[in-house]
């Protein structure tokens, strides 16, 4: 069963445009951790943010924020002003409390149109 | 400086070969793992090691055998290629604290091609 959902494969948006990658998973743990990660064009993974599943609170980091909301078990991703270097397939994942495993989902690839 | 290598960069053989790729981590971490990404982008994780011990090994091929050989290696020996492995495969590797897992950082990746 699938535990992390993007259910956007692909996006594409022009420069300087807002862009929000949604991001589902589903776990019946209290506690629990989701992570998003960058795959640029050149293939390296990027770690960019862990949230863990008692800190509800939004994060901003320059032009990306986090959306965290526990009662609808979404994890969204919002890059503010788009630009073409943010070209990459964006990976979110969820860590149990319990175990070593990371469940990634499918990826969204995202194109920044110049 | 970098906190997760992995040797080979690509790797190029011809089927039946055997191979093997390496990784090294230089964060001290404990524990280190191997995924593989298709062709499709999707990452599945292969294999797991805490202090050189496996604690997870996925749904692979005996084909396919992690070797551990101290807390900053785990390598990755592959016999018998066959064309459904290429891939990418990423290492990587996390700090376990209070026996919780932390973040995960990956290594380069190692694109394999078997022809």
């Known amino acids: 069963a699938q535990k992390v959902t993007q259910a956007q494969t692909e996006i594409s948006v022009v420069e300087k445009e807002d862009v929000t990658l949604d991001c589902v998973y589903e776990?019946?743990?209290?506690?629990?951790?989701l992570f998003w990660y960058k795959q640029p064009p050149s293939g390296e993974l990027v770690f960019l943010i862990r949230?863990?599943?008692?800190?509800?609170q939004n994060e901003i980091s320059g032009r990306y924020s986090w959306n965290f909301q526990k009662s609808t078990s979404s994890f969204n991703f919002t890059i503010t002003a788009s630009q073409v270097v943010d070209s990459a397939v964006y990976f979110c994942a969820l860590m149990f409390d319990t175990g070593n495993q990371f469940y990634f989902g499918t990826g969204t690839s995202l194109t920044v149109i110049p | 400086d970098t906190a997760v290598s992995q040797t080979p960069k690509y790797l190029v053989t011809q089927m039946g070969n055997d191979k093997s790729i390496k990784c090294e981590q230089n964060l001290g971490h404990d524990t280190m793992y191997w995924y593989k990404q298709d062709s499709k982008k999707f990452l599945k994780i292969m294999f797991s090691y805490n202090n050189k011990e496996l604690i997870i090994n996925e749904t692979v091929p005996n084909r396919f055998s992690p070797k551990s050989p101290d807390k900053a290696h785990l390598n990755l020996h592959i016999n018998s290629l066959e064309l459904g492995d290429s891939a990418v495969y990423f290492c990587?590797?996390?700090?376990?604290?209070?026996?919780?897992?932390?973040?995960?950082?990956f290594g380069p990746g190692t694109r394999l091609l078997v022809l």
């Open positions: 990587a590797s996390s700090r376990v604290m209070n026996r919780k897992q932390e973040t995960q950082y």
């Open positions: 949230r863990n599943s008692f800190d509800e």
């Open positions: 776990t019946r743990d209290t506690t629990y951790y």
